[in-house]
């Protein structure tokens, strides 16, 4: 599924993006050597970046 339409970024790259060490949305951009364009895609980034860190706080206890 495609998270941001304007760079064509799917989901499974933001993952591998976050896992990498991103933790905002404009790392995303840059690890994928884009920008962001329409912004739409922005807000599920983050969402997708907390949920992320979430689950690395869960299975760190």
Do not use: T
Not at 33 to 56: F, G, H, N, P, T
């Amino acid at each position: 599924m495609y998270v941001c339409n304007c760079n064509g970024i799917r989901e499974r790259e933001v993952r591998a993006a976050i896992e990498a060490g991103a933790g905002k949305p404009r790392e995303i951009f840059a690890a994928h050597q884009c920008q962001v364009q329409c912004a739409k895609c922005v807000c599920e980034m983050r969402e997708m970046i907390q949920d992320s860190r979430a689950l690395y706080a869960i299975a760190a206890e």
